[in-house]
């Protein structure tokens, strides 16, 4: 569990390679935070794989990365 007790912001996690990369940094034992914009359904299944793996846990989180405020709440 190279990356216990480390959390990792991934922009992009619902979907693809960011959700591969959601996968890999939970399996080594990273807290993983699931950035989307618009698809919610994606995130959750993404929050559900990484469950599924039972290493890291994660949580969603809404934000358009091109708003500097939603940015600041991420």
């Known amino acids: 569990m190279k990356l ?3 959390t990792a ?6 979907r693809d390679i960011g959700r591969a990369i ?3 940094l939970a399996s080594e034992g990273a807290n993983v935070v699931v950035n989307y914009n618009s ?3 994606d995130a959750d ?5 990484i469950e599924a793996v039972g290493a ?4 969603k989180v809404r934000a358009d ?7 600041a709440a991420l």
């Open 65 to 71: 990365v091109t708003q500097p405020l939603e940015i």
């Open 9 to 14: 912001i991934v922009t992009g996690g619902s």
């Open 45 to 49: 299944a993404t929050l559900a794989a």
């Open 4 to 6: 216990e007790r480390k």
């Open 56 to 59: 890291g846990k994660a949580i």
């Open 39 to 41: 698809n919610e359904t």
């Open 22 to 24: 959601c996968l890999k």
